[in-house]
């Protein structure tokens, strides 16, 4: 059982819904009529549980589910996907079998059958159902903002998987837009809900290991050869494949670059350094005490590409970043996975599952970082929850998320163009270089997205 926490009132979430969509019509809507960040909603009947909606059901959504599922605070209410049965990059029938109806099956046989469970292809049906309080993004990357920015408008709470956005305009637009109607935001990137993440962040920022020179944070390489059939084939029958492309250039269908490989290319992902750099990216900068900011020169280097046209993301590669206070960090294919500080009194190492120092004693469980505290949560989910009830702001909100993700974007311009970018972080702009900072703002949607 999870910890218990006031209860929602239903009628305070629809009121909310309803002020958020007449401030989106440009309707003025009084000061202290409504306050986002209130906590004091009436406590209702202990069966009144946060109503999710979840769009993308691959695997990554079915990990969500069965959080969600175990969560006695929350009840899946509407799924979403354009595919409805598949089985990610395996042969047809073998293994665990994903998409709308096998997702349907799977949350029915857990919270019982559910005659009024939404069913749908179209993200925009889900988002404006009465049914859903929140909604959770699970989608390829170049979905990210659509739907959030679709479920902010109808006053729905997010929680988006990482990278919280595909392109670098579009998570300025997620950010403004959560702040503008009070949302309350979590990214999945739930490293930030780990004891060992959250113990090397302190030991740093109560300088355990002195000033900090330099910071390897290491990310798995990206495709270097196609990672399954890359003939062009009419799409499965159970897929709306030009509604799964949406807003993206189109692409004739493969497996190669469909399910779990899409983010090998640009047109729906960022590649693997974008898949990653969201997760370890941010335990540097979180350590840093920058994640609101960012760095004020980013460089690639050394980036290397697979020899095949239906990729066009990195194999190989790093960007190097300095940042004020004169750290350097660099984010690399070629560095052990994870996060490493190199400091004047020692060094420390952390990855998922792992955690090592110069200083053995640093990471004993009996020893205290010091009074230089983050904000602790144990269960990513649970915080999204507990912050729906208290209107609070989640471990890891979409600003946070968005900066952390910022050198990598910073990073693909400066590769373009082969040159160093000089970094605002305050205003979010390229000094010096109107090239880069054109380029680096583009979004090019296929009609009639936008």
Not at 44 to 66: F, H, K, W
Not at 176 to 194: E, H, I, L
Not at 394 to 417: F, K
Request: glycine residues 8%; charged residues 25%.
């Amino acid at each position: 059982m999870k910890k218990s926490s006031p209860k929602v009132d239903r009628r305070d979430i629809i009121k909310r819904r309803q002020l958020i969509k007449l401030g989106a019509a440009g309707i003025v809507i009084p000061v202290g009529v409504y306050s986002s960040q209130s906590s004091d909603a009436q406590s209702v009947s202990a069966n009144e549980r946060i109503q999710v909606g979840v769009i993308g059901l691959g695997a990554r959504g079915y990990n969500l589910i069965d959080g969600f599922l175990a969560n006695d605070q929350a009840r899946i209410t509407a799924v979403c996907d354009v595919d409805h049965l598949h089985y990610r990059d395996r042969a047809w029938g073998k293994g665990q079998s994903y998409g709308l109806n096998p997702a349907a099956q799977k949350i029915a046989s857990s919270q019982g059958n559910q005659a009024d469970l939404l069913k749908t292809s179209d993200f925009r049906r889900l988002c404006e159902s009465e049914k859903v309080d929140a909604v959770v993004v699970a989608t390829p990357d170049h979905w990210h903002a659509h739907c959030t920015l679709e479920a902010i408008k109808q006053g729905k709470d997010v929680y988006c998987e990482k990278p919280v956005t595909h392109t670098f305009a579009e998570g300025q637009m997620i950010c403004k837009a959560v702040k503008d109607a009070g949302t309350v935001f979590q990214t999945g990137s739930q490293q930030r809900s780990d004891e060992k993440f959250r113990r090397a962040v302190e030991l740093v920022r109560n300088g355990h290991l002195g000033e900090i020179k330099t910071i390897e944070v290491g990310l798995p390489p990206g495709y270097d050869s196609p990672q399954g059939d890359d003939t062009p084939v009419s799409p499965p029958v159970f897929l709306d494949y030009e509604f799964w492309v949406g807003p993206a250039p189109f692409f004739p269908y493969m497996r190669a670059r469909h399910h779990r490989w899409w983010r090998g290319h640009t047109a729906y992902g960022g590649g693997v350094l974008m898949d990653w750099i969201g997760h370890h990216n941010d335990i540097a900068h979180w350590a840093l005490a920058v994640d609101r900011s960012g760095p004020t020169r980013v460089q690639s280097l050394g980036w290397t590409f697979p020899k095949t046209s239906i990729y066009n993301t990195p194999h190989q590669y790093e960007i190097l970043c300095q940042y004020e206070n004169g750290t350097q960090t660099s984010i690399s294919s070629k560095h052990r996975q994870g996060v490493t500080f190199r400091g004047e009194k020692g060094n420390l190492f952390v990855t998922r599952g792992k955690i090592q120092a110069t200083n053995e004693r640093l990471v004993e469980s009996s020893f205290l970082p010091g009074l230089n505290r983050v904000t602790e949560s144990n269960d990513h989910i649970q915080n999204f929850i507990d912050c729906i009830r208290s209107r609070k702001e989640c471990i890891a909100p979409a600003v946070v998320a968005h900066r952390s993700i910022t050198p990598g974007h910073l990073g693909y311009v400066s590769w373009q163009l082969r040159r160093p970018i000089e970094w605002d972080s305050q205003s979010e702009s390229i000094r010096n270089d109107a090239e880069a900072d054109q380029l680096l703002r583009r979004n090019d949607y296929r009609e009639p997205w936008t």
